[in-house]
């Protein structure tokens, strides 16, 4: 396992654990931030912060501090190939 500030551009991860203070845990819960949910990286600034990320459609920038609170475990490329860009699961 690893936090989604390491996972590298255009990979997908799967949520195992949202960490950190409370407040922090609680906006990320109550946006859909949940274990199990699927997020991508789809960019990052220049500088390397803020991390851009796609959670069930719709497109988040966190702060790399912030995301070093969010554990994930990373899709393998035998994972991704069944699995839609949006996370939407689709029948081989």
Same mark, same amino acid.
Not at 12 to 29: I, K, M, N, Q, W
Not at 73 to 83: H, L
């Given at each position: 396992?690893?936090?989604?500030?390491?996972?590298?551009?255009?990979?997908?991860?799967?949520?195992?654990?949202?960490?950190?203070?409370?407040?922090? #845990?609680? #906006?990320?819960?109550?946006?859909?931030?949940?274990?199990?949910?699927?997020?991508?990286?789809?960019?990052?600034?220049?500088?390397?912060?803020p991390l851009q990320i796609?959670?069930?459609?719709?497109?988040?920038?966190?702060? #790399?501090?912030?995301?070093?609170?969010?554990?994930?475990?990373?899709?393998?490329?035998?994972?991704?190939?069944?699995?839609?860009?949006?996370?939407?699961?689709?029948?081989?």
């Amino acid at each position: 396992m690893t936090t989604l500030a390491a996972v590298v551009l255009g990979k997908s991860a799967t949520v195992r654990e949202v960490a950190g203070p409370r407040a922090f #845990r609680r #906006r990320l819960l109550e946006m859909g931030l949940v274990p199990g949910t699927v997020v991508r990286v789809v960019s990052v600034a220049p500088l390397g912060d803020p991390l851009q990320i796609e959670v069930r459609g719709g497109q988040w920038s966190l702060r #790399r501090a912030e995301a070093a609170h969010i554990v994930v475990a990373v899709a393998s490329a035998s994972d991704a190939s069944a699995e839609h860009p949006r996370g939407i699961e689709v029948a081989p």
